[in-house]
């Protein structure tokens, strides 16, 4: 049986490690009492969404959730989306 070429990381793990990345140079910039670019909170804030969300949706998969086609949201089988998105980016 032939093994198959090496393929991605998956993006999670990328974007966990760019998370660390992130937060570690943050906590160097305070620490030498520098102050840190705002691009880095923002990327911070980012990735930590885009983590809980996959988080979220792994969560809600396993209690009856499923992913409505053509959207990051899911919803409950049976019943339509309530909540408002208008602070979803």
Do not use: F
């Amino acid at each position: 049986m032939r093994k198959p070429p090496l393929g991605l990381i998956p993006k999670h793990i990328r974007q966990a490690a760019r998370l660390e990345e992130v937060a570690a140079a943050i906590r160097r910039y305070h620490e030498a009492g520098e102050p840190v670019p705002h691009a880095w909170y923002d990327e911070e804030a980012e990735l930590r969404y885009l983590l809980a969300a996959r988080s979220l949706d792994r969560s809600e998969s396993r209690v009856g959730w499923e992913r409505t086609p053509g959207s990051d949201r899911g919803r409950l089988e049976g019943q339509a989306c309530t909540g408002s998105s208008a602070s979803l980016p």
